[in-house]
T-cell receptor, first 113, second 118 residues
Framework: DVKVTQSSRYLVKRTGEKVFLECVQD?????MFWYRQDPGLGLRLIYF???????EKGDIPEGYSVSREKKERFSLILESASTNQTSMYLC????????????FGPGTRLTVL | QKEVEQDPGPLSVPEGAIVSLNCTYS??????FMWYRQYSRKGPELLMY????GNKEDGRFTAQVDKSSKYISLFIRDSQPSDSATYLC??????????????????FGTGTRLTIIP
């Protein structure tokens, strides 16, 4: 089974703090994704990566950056957290030949006070 | 107008009923259609995956795609309380030959919350 793990299930941070969300997958997938999920808005893509050190902006990249130094690990960084970044953050991965079959982690519920 | 529209529900049906969940979309380039199931406080899990038009069946679940109407459906037969979850449709285009990476993106519906009443 594909396993996608995220570093924290729940996180509370203060406005202006730098926040790191970590994601690790164990199936040697090329593609990794970061989404946020908000009521009424569904899943929105923040960034994705199709290879080590490669990244592409998704639909809502503003206020976020990412890092992929190793194939299995994809980090989401909030440079200066704001209250409107309070959300559920979901990481996903997929294999290149079946790139549409994305496997998700359990999510991190981030609250910014 | 959103690219993918999905009724958020909530939808409550008695155990054993047939459930019909639907999404409409506007982008005619979409070729891949997925249904994800998301239990409370968990990440989405892939339930059904179809390419282009037609039906696909897997146990009690049937996915239908009607590209001419830009309409996809998920049917659940003999619904069980364990089917209570939020169901998300997702879709993507096939841009092979245009870009290696453009078709990596999925566009999701907002999800329909389903409750099966014992």
């Amino acid at each position: 089974d594909v396993k996608v793990t995220q570093s924290s299930r729940y996180l509370v941070k203060r406005t202006g703090e730098k926040v790191f969300l970590e994601c690790v997958q164990d199936m040697d997938h090329e593609n990794m994704f970061w989404y946020r999920q908000d009521p009424g808005l569904g899943l929105r893509l923040i960034y994705f990566s199709y290879d080590v050190k490669m990244k592409e902006k998704g639909d809502i990249p503003e206020g976020y950056s990412v890092s992929r130094e190793k194939k299995e690990r994809f980090s989401l960084i909030l440079e200066s957290a704001s209250t409107n970044q309070t959300s559920m953050y979901l990481c996903a991965s997929s294999d290149r030949p079946r790139h549409n079959e994305q496997f998700f982690g359990p999510g991190t519920r981030l609250t910014v006070l | 107008q959103k690219e993918v529209e999905q009724d958020p529900g909530p939808l409550s049906v008695p155990e054993g009923a047939i459930v019909s969940l639907n999404c409409t979309y506007s982008n005619s380039a979409f070729q891949y259609f997925m249904w994800y199931r998301q239990y409370s406080r968990k990440g989405p899990e892939l339930l059904m995956y179809t390419y282009s038009s037609g039906n696909k069946e897997d146990g009690r679940f049937t996915a239908q795609v009607d590209k001419s109407s830009k309409y996809i459906s998920l049917f659940i037969r003999d619904s069980q309380p364990s089917d209570s979850a939020t169901y998300l449709c997702a879709m993507s285009a096939d841009s092979r030959g245009v870009s290696n990476f453009g078709n990596e993106k999925l566009t999701f519906g907002t999800g329909t919350r389903l409750t099966i009443i014992p």
